[in-house]
């Protein structure tokens, strides 16, 4: 008889996104007349960039010809790009990473969802609140967490981001085998400095810990002191793995490419207390489980590390920018405390009261949809958070309903 | 102290075609002038198709404009997919598969690889002799299995392929929960009758067990009788998911794009024996560890449903089959046992001895590297894989070669 895996019987229903789709639609039918402002949505909205869309041609009139056909390509990505993103990613920021360590995938959902796997299913496991729910959703399914009790997993060791810290936990008292960090952060955009870093890879090393660090949002980081990669810290090689990603920065949501980089000197143990190596590890994981990214969509990510892709990048993260600089300052003026929007598209804003009664404040008194900070987390409660992924025209707008509303 | 997996520790390396390319290349470097034909790859070589290269190129464009541009779309892929594969794949056979039992992925490795993931670890797993490795390996790293001793895991059920069951095997005598099959199956070519997928459907319900049905090559199936899907098997939408590619029907191996079905009829049981969707749990994993294929090769392999796409599809196949029938009309004239080649694209060949020393033997006489069975398993001794993945030319080539070696 089939039995399932039991521990996904612990999975909540994830309600945010479908709670807010329910919540529009009744206010839509409601008020048929009423224009929607949807602020909230974590995915671009500005085209591919020229050069990459120039690139996916380009080859995929290669894949037309027989000798420029491509079949199967190495499941870690083709030199080509794996090369083109240590020199361009790294280098600069002084980190030297070779392409033997970055490994090619088609998102860091998957990435960030899959990287669970390599581990002890005993292992004990930090994540952030609020949080980006992959992280948790993947440890609860390879079973590493207790029941759910009032929001939170037993078992899990949650790293609390609150006004107090500025939204940029620090390390616990507790030991713990696996830690997920994310910054720029989804979903406060704050960010963290060099010295919170250090403290976390001193932490990481003294407990023979392993950090898996998000850094899907780092071409938003305009402060050129922010950290842009966890190997800037003294150590990280040996504690951390990093998820990047061409979702954000050249608008591949939809066309999916990232990379996670896994060091030489990242080890783990075996029940015997003996060193195993994490990217061999990672490497026998993902070739097993995974058969590449398409050849077109691996020629359009490397496309961005041409003079003109920088260009292109810049002026569309740019763009996001100025919109997550008017979100900011908007909501400054009005009094509103808010992180994120200066190295990050999102803005992270505090309130009185429950995150949700302001949504529905929000959408009745101004037909804007944002994301109530709950559902991100316990310690999401008493925020918002709006997306700088939009038209001008939108955020304009937007903005100006939100001075009407709340302006005194 | 992270800790590792300690499954993977079981692993054993995969040498097999590692092995190969070590002799091939000591072969070369000691015979710099002996031309080499690869005759044993998997992999397709004739260009993607007219019909796939316009619909990606178009798809392309619309992403360079604001209102054409698409970003995350639905993990399980779009309708404009999902139907055409309903409708197209599975009506005409009169199989009634709904868009919604539809999950559209990036590869059938990644699929067969992960699916594993959502049934109870102390499952009992049976698979084929001769296999796919990924069947093995998966299961070895989720913990289901002891360890390797000569070849075999404990605690799997080997259905073994060999001569004497024309190399269909037949349902075990005792009870196990999981079963993988492949047909037409890699590596042997080998399909099963309606008769033989019956008795493993009948035996799968008798026990409340699951098939995984692979059917990957069906596009080279060319005798109508011979099943395309285990949905064609009356009662396999009780017990029963089916893993499809455009890998080898439309050229997607370096395009990467595939899908799974999973009924709505399928459940498996937790442990108070209560019943679960799979089509739910496959699609919590799938939404939590996914975010969709790439949308410009979701177009892509839409066209392959056009009239025009369906002629390009059945050139490019029959292309293939063509190159089977000079591989198999070769081989039997010269007194080889084959199985595979009239409606699979591989030959698999029968041999007195080591597979090792006869892919020695026709490397060092006529330079043609094939595959040795025993690189798929222990019932893999004894053959050899020749792949009709190639250009004419090289097929020719290399028949002749054989011809001039093995023929009185």
């Known amino acids: 008889m089939a039995q399932i895996n039991e521990n996904y019987s612990k999975l909540q229903a994830s309600y ?8 529009v639609n009744r206010f839509a039918e409601e008020n048929p007349d009423q224009p929607i402002i949807k602020m909230g949505i974590g995915d671009v909205t500005e085209p591919l960039p020229e050069v990459c869309r120039k690139a996916i041609h380009d080859a995929v009139d290669e894949m037309g010809t027989r000798t420029g056909f491509h079949g199967y390509g190495p499941e870690q990505g083709y030199a080509f790009l794996r090369e083109a993103i240590a020199e361009n990613d790294y280098s600069p920021r002084g980190c030297e990473i070779k392409p033997s360590e970055i490994f090619v995938s088609d998102g860091s959902k998957c990435d960030s969802g899959n ?184 020629r359009g990510a490397a496309a961005i590390y041409s003079p003109e892709g920088k260009k292109e990048v810049k002026t569309l993260t740019d763009f996001y920018m ?48 944002c994301t109530p900070g709950a559902g991100f987390g316990t310690c999401g409660e008493g925020h918002f958070r709006l997306s700088a992924f939009n038209t001008r025209e939108n955020v304009e707008k937007a903005m100006t309903l939100i001075k009407e509303h709340f302006g005194k």
């Open 322 to 369: 100025e919109n997550a600089a008017i979100i900011h300052k908007t909501m400054t003026e009005l009094g509103f405390s808010c992180v994120g929007g200066t190295n990050a598209p999102y803005v992270w804003i505090k309130i009185d009261g429950s995150s949700w009664d302001f949504f529905d404040e929000l959408l009745h008194k101004t037909g804007i949809v």
């Open 16 to 23: 945010l996104f479908s709670d807010i789709a329910k919540r």
């Open 115 to 298: 990287i669970q796997e390599i581990f002890s299913e005993s292992a004990k496991v930090a994540i952030p609140d609020p949080v980006y729910p992959v992280y948790v959703d993947t440890n609860v399914m390879g079973g590493r967490t207790g029941q759910n009790v009032n929001g939170r997993y037993e078992g899990l060791v949650y790293l609390e981001s609150t006004p107090d810290n500025g939204y940029v936990p620090s390390p616990p008292e507790e030991a713990v085998d696996l830690i997920y960090l994310c910054f720029p952060n989804n979903p406060t955009g704050a960010c963290a400095t060099r010295e919170q870093l250090q403290e976390w890879v001193d932490y990481a090393r003294r407990n023979k810990a392993i950090i898996l660090y998000d850094a899907a949002y780092v071409a938003f980081i305009r402060d050129p002191e922010v950290p842009h990669s966890i190997y800037e810290i003294g150590g990280a090689r040996e504690c951390a793995i990093e998820f990047r990603s061409f979702s954000k920065n050249a608008g591949f949501t939809g066309t999916r490419c990232a990379f996670t980089v896994v060091p030489e000197e990242l080890f783990a143990y075996d029940s015997a207390g003996e060193k195993v190596s994490i990217n061999k590890l990672w490497n026998r994981r993902h070739t097993t489980k995974f058969n590449g990214v398409s050849y077109p969509v691996q």
